[in-house]
Structures are given as structure tokens and as C-alpha cells.
């Protein structure tokens, strides 16, 4: 089955550790995107991806990066820059920006030890 | 900017209510106008669309009117069940321009008790 997948589900940092959150979609789209979650904030955008080798700043990039070396793959880096990286993390696809719908992944929980 | 603003939760219901959630939203174009749904511990699904004013997004017993007029695009359904029970986010895209992404609202936590 044809999809978006997220791994791992939960992942621990330390501080001043650079942690990476896994990205891969099967659904052939030429967009991705990462979100990320807070209680009460609802999706903020980090970073997008239209095509291969390229990539926008969303809302919140400071203290992240990505790469798109792959149509099928979009993994994100939080760097030690990011501050207050708990969050929930969200992976999202879509056939392109400005599509009607976005594929989403199941998430990943990012907590600081 | 373009903004979606959405009513506050929790939103706490009984079975078989009726349900409303209130979603406005800015934009200097033309957006096409979402609801999306999450379960816990899940990522978003989409659950109705609307591309156009009047049109009128439905799905699985919800509704949504795009009103270009009040800049509103409220989810209803008549009859909440016990498997409602999710954060609904409303969400808009500037249609068909290269280059953006959706924008979500911040959510609105339904809880449905039987």
C-alpha cells in the first residue's frame, strides 16, 4: 500500500545533541513538508520541499534543517540551535504546493532528556 | 498574512448532539478551504473540501459551506458519535499557486462521551 512513514515514533535528545527524524513516502508526490505540533498551537510549518534538491524556510525554520537528495525521502535535523525542540513532529506529502491534499504520516514525538 | 482562526476547545458533547466548529479565515486570494481531522497518537487525515464559495465540502455525516460573505467555512454534523472524539483542524491553501502550503488552524479538541 502506497504511503507516508515516520520513524522512529518516539525519539529522546540530549542536550546540545543534533537528532534526525526519518521522512520516506511511496506515493510518488513531488511535495513534502514538515509541521510541527504544540498543545494549543496547532501545525506550524518548518520546511518545505517542491522538487528534488530544493527546499523552503517555513514559519518556524530556525534551528532546523532538511535535504530532498531523493523525491521519496525528506528526513528533518534538529540541530542543538533549536532551543525547545519537544514537540510532536508531522511528515506530510502532497502530488505538489498549492494541491488540495496532503498525505500526513503518523507522527513523531521528540522529547528532551 | 493568510490566517485561519478557529474556535477554542475543548468541545465537550453527548452522543447524538449537534456539533459546530467555527472556523474564519484571511487571505488575499483565493483559497480553497479544509477540514482535517486527527485521532490520537495518528497523523492528519483530510475529512471535507470546499474549492469555491457555496460549494459545500461532506463527509461521513459532517458538513461545511464555504461562505465568501462571512469568510467562514463552519463544520457541522447533526448527530456526533463516541468515534468522533479527535482534534479537528481547519486549514486553507491558495489554490493552484506554486510555491505555498496549507495553513492550518490552531484545532479544536471534540470530545464526545456516551
Known amino acids: 500500500d502506497g504511503g507516508i512513514t515516520q520513524s522512529p515514533k518516539y525519539l529522546f535528545r540530549k542536550e546540545g545533541q543534533n537528532v534526525t527524524l526519518s521522512c520516506e513516502q511511496n506515493l510518488n508526490h513531488d511535495a513534502m513538508y514538515w509541521y510541527r505540533q504544540d498543545p494549543g498551537q496547532g501545525l506550524r510549518l518548518i520546511y518545505y520541499?517542491?522538487?528534488?534538491?530544493?527546499?523552503q524556510k517555513g514559519d518556524i525554520a530556525e534551528g532546523y534543517s532538511v535535504s530532498r537528495e531523493k523525491k521519496e525521502s525528506f528526513p528533518l535535523t534538529v540541530t542543538s540551535a533549536q532551543k525547545n525542540p519537544t514537540a510532536f513532529y508531522l511528515c506530510a506529502s502532497s502530488h505538489g504546493t498549492g494541491s488540495e491534499k496532503l498525505f500526513f504520516g503518523s507522527g513523531t514525538q521528540l522529547s528532551v532528556l | 498574512g493568510d490566517s485561519v482562526t478557529q474556535m477554542e476547545g475543548p468541545v465537550t458533547l453527548s452522543e447524538e448532539a449537534f456539533l459546530t466548529i467555527n472556523c474564519t479565515y484571511t487571505a488575499t486570494g483565493y483559497p480553497s478551504l479544509f477540514w482535517y481531522v486527527q485521532y490520537p497518537g495518528e497523523g492528519l487525515q483530510l475529512l471535507l473540501k470546499?474549492?469555491?464559495?457555496?460549494d459545500k465540502g461532506s463527509n461521513k455525516g459532517f458538513e461545511a459551506t464555504y461562505r465568501k460573505e462571512t469568510t467562514s467555512f463552519h463544520l457541522e454534523k447533526g448527530s456526533v458519535q463516541v468515534s468522533d472524539s479527535a482534534v479537528y483542524f481547519c486549514a486553507l491553501n491558495l489554490a493552484n499557486q506554486a510555491g505555498t502550503a496549507l495553513i492550518f488552524g490552531k484545532g479544536t479538541t471534540l470530545s464526545v462521551s456516551s
Open positions: 470546499a474549492t469555491k464559495a457555496d
Open positions: 520541499s517542491q522538487i528534488v534538491n530544493d527546499f
